[in-house]
């Protein structure tokens, strides 16, 4: 009688710890899904933790303030993708993105920010020589504009050679990505050289210092010539600085 006592305590005692171990398991499974949903892991605050709390508050910043720019001809007949910068000033909304990225009229015109479209409302500047414009439009919910003049670098130390930056953007229309680099150059007071990577679509991203100020925006690559021709040089990326933009033309507005 004993054995078969003790035969059937210790198949309750396998029952229950066997439960328990594989309830444990399915709590495990149900976190771990839970906890890498799609709309956790996209979260466009979602930064690494092994960053220095300086640097994750200039990358969150680069990507809360990045947009698309989508621009079709007047024709219909040329359509380009492009990024943006999300601004503000006195109230009102703006963003600052690359002129050639600008093919036909305002009304045609439209800003995307994660699956949130709003329209072109009017052009502030375009400037062909130095390849930037500026608009206006709706304020975006799902976007934190950086703040004119209070987020514009002023120090030489945010235009230092080595230090490190970080931008947000569309290359190849994916996106948004965030990519750092470091200055590693300039040509006098046109452009500054990083040291990073981009893609077409890249253009008007706005690059932040390490400290989160905005230095300036992407441009272009650069090209070398080879034994074989005209290559172009991935990881060496032209960066207008901010300094070249006429913020008078927004603060008047």
Known sequence: MKKILKLMIGAVSSFVVGAS???????????????????EFNDI??????????????????????????????????FSSATGTYLTVGGRYFVLTVSHGIHGP???????????YVGCLK????????DYTIIEIEKLSNRTPVEIPRDLAKRRSDFAIMNE???????????????????????????????SYAWSGSSGSGVFSSTGKLIGYILALDVGYTEYGIDVLEDIVFVV?????????LLRE
């Open 21 to 39: 171990i594989g309830l444990g398991v399915l709590y495990s499974v149900t976190v771990s899904t839970y906890a890498t949903s799609l709309d």
């Open 45 to 78: 605050t979602n930064v690494t933790a092994t960053l220095s709390p300086t640097e994750t508050h200039a990358i969150r910043k680069s990507r809360s303030s990045v947009v698309r720019v989508v621009s079709l001809s007047a024709d219909q007949q040329i």
């Open 106 to 116: 305002c009304e045609l015109t439209r800003i995307e920010a994660s699956e949130e």
């Open 123 to 130: 052009v502030i500047e375009k400037n062909e020589g130095i």
């Open 165 to 195: 930056v970080y931008y947000t953007g569309y290359p190849n229309s994916a996106g948004p990505l965030t990519i750092d680099g470091k200055i590693v150059g300039y040509m006098g007071t046109d452009f500054i050289y990083i040291k």
């Open 241 to 249: 600085p901010i300094t070249a933009v006429n913020w008078d033309s």
